[in-house]
């Protein structure tokens, strides 16, 4: 079985964001981590690999410091590491993301591509269906429990107050929740293999099947009219009542008011 997790490195929230004047994440200028949703995506291939012998390989599309993270995954236990990085690739959004990232896919083999349900740089959740769609296979998104029966995947998909369960045929693309697991640290022995272990560097030239002008900024029918940091919240409203009684009525008259009951 091979399965292909495609991984993200995006700015530590922790540490503040900065942007470009067009709008754009200023990446190289931030500290960065491992998407979460990803890694619980990448912890469950990891499981894929223990119970079945699976073979996972790690992709990501970025500058080339995200190599970081393809090292951690590696570190985690990956077996494979693959960066796609270009200048004609900065500033795309998620149709050219995932048009990129399905045209260096076309290059390997696949039963089952896992992503995460979505980055927390930008909470779209279509990069993952995306790539499904460039790549002509089925999709089950928002996974909370991955299961292998023959030549089928079961998966348990979150749904409001409930879950579906649903079947699909391999090849497939799952999106994973970081709720899907625990996902593993690296261990010692990982980390000294991982950081001799070489990664393979894909650019342009790599692409199958990818038009230049749906790559990069240029590509992208997104526009962004305006971008900031986290606006802080104020101190909200302070009020002082005379007994719980005086309390109890004010709170029910603003649930009532705003319809939240």
Not at 238 to 250: F, G, H, R, W
């Amino acid at each position: 079985m091979k399965v292909i997790v495609c991984v993200k490195q995006v700015p530590d929230t922790k540490g503040g964001v900065k942007f470009n004047p067009d709008g754009t994440l200023d990446r190289g200028a931030m500290l960065t981590i491992m998407n979460p949703d990803d890694k619980a995506g990448l912890e469950a291939a990891l499981r894929l690999k223990d119970k079945y012998n699976a073979e996972v390989t790690v992709i990501t599309m970025g500058l080339p410091k995200a190599e970081d993270v393809l090292r951690e995954a590696m570190a985690m236990g990956a077996d494979k590491g693959i960066l796609v990085t270009d200048r004609v690739l900065g500033g795309a959004d998620t149709w050219a993301t995932s048009t990129t990232l399905a045209g260096a896919i076309r290059n390997l083999k696949y039963d089952i591509i896992i992503t995460g349900r979505q980055a927390i740089d930008g909470d779209t959740a279509q990069v993952g269906p995306q790539i499904a769609e460039h790549l002509g296979i089925p999709v089950i998104s928002y996974a909370e429990d991955i299961q292998i029966e023959g030549d089928n995947v079961i998966v348990q998909r979150q749904y409001e107050d409930r879950h579906h369960m649903l079947k699909a045929q391999m090849p497939v693309l799952i999106t994973a929740l970081s709720e899907l697991n625990d996902p593993r640290y690296m261990t010692p022995g990982g980390i000294f293999d991982a950081m001799d272990a070489e990664i393979t560097t894909w650019g342009r030239a790599n692409l199958i099947d990818v038009l230049d002008g749906d790559l990069g900024l240029m590509g992208s029918p997104t526009k962004i009219a305006k971008a900031s940091d986290k606006v802080r919240k104020g101190a909200g409203e302070k009020v002082a009542l005379d007994s719980p009684e005086e309390s109890v009525e004010y709170i029910m008259d603003k649930l009532l008011t705003k319809h939240v009951i």
